[in-house]
């Protein structure tokens, strides 16, 4: 029961840091250069998807971290941090809106780039 209870705390920790960081990139000014591209989310999401893919082969192959770390950062602070159900609701926004270029590009764009994200993160840390 202790362990559950810490892997628990763990994973509530990481989310708690993980939700500010990404509250706090999206008050960042970033946006506005972009239109109404929504930057803040695609930049979110690009990120997670690199460090999910680069910390899944340091954690696994390079750096030995406890199971709580390892929860703490991968399910906790990246499962906050990452935004996929604020980018379903951006894209239907846009959809709704009559914006279906911008819809699409967003899209395809984040889907492709998440995937390099994960790819770049995955070789980066095979290297070490």
Do not use: Q
């Not at 602070?77 to 996929?84: M, R, V, Y």
């Amino acid at each position: 029961m202790e362990s559950t209870l810490l892997r628990i705390c763990s994973v509530a920790l990481g989310g708690a840091i993980g939700s500010v960081a990404r509250y706090l990139i999206s008050i960042s000014p970033l946006e506005s250069s972009f239109g109404k591209f929504p930057f803040h989310t695609f930049f979110v999401n690009i990120l997670g998807s690199f460090l999910i893919g680069f910390l899944l082969v340091v954690f696994a192959d390079k750096i030995l971290v406890s199971e709580n770390i390892r929860l703490l950062i991968l399910v906790g602070f990246l499962g906050a941090f990452t935004t996929f159900s604020t980018f379903e609701l951006e894209i239907w926004d846009l959809v709704t809106n009559s914006r279906y270029a911008l819809a699409f590009g967003y899209l395809f764009l984040s889907v492709l780039t998440g995937f390099i994200g994960v790819a770049l993160g995955i070789s980066l840390a095979k290297r070490f």
